[in-house]
Every structure is written in C-alpha cells, then in structure tokens.
C-alpha cells in the first residue's frame, strides 16, 4: 500500500493471503478504515477555511477568563 511492489512481491503476497486467513482479515480491516478516513475527509471543511469573527472573540474570550 506505501509503495509500488515488485512482480516477485506481488506473487509472494498473494500466495501468502490465500493461505493466510489473520491476513486477509486484516486487509479487510484496513480497507474499512482507508474507505472511512477518505469519506471523512470528503465531508470535512476546506483546509484554507478559517474561523468567523465572532467565533474568534469566543475563543479569545474563553481563554482569557480562563488564565
């Protein structure tokens, strides 16, 4: 998943999870968790949002009262 593999590797992993039954388990696993974190961050506000006015003068007065 990090990188490209080799056609040797490619067989070897294969070969492995057909045997495997805890490996394949956990590449299922993983591709819940790679299908829910891209979801996520497709819903997820623009990174160049930022914070209103008002919400600012919250924060700053939260922190303020708080010191």
Not at 16 to 35: G, N, P, S, T
Not at 40 to 58: C, G, M
């Amino acid at each position: 998943m990090e990188h490209p593999l080799s056609l040797r590797d490619r067989i070897t992993v294969k070969l492995h999870l057909w045997i495997c039954a805890w490996c394949q388990w956990y590449l299922e696993q993983l591709d819940v968790i790679r299908q829910t974190a891209h979801s996520q961050v497709d819903d997820a506000p623009p990174l160049n949002a930022t914070l209103s006015d008002d919400a600012r003068e919250r924060i700053r007065r939260n922190l303020t009262s708080q010191i």
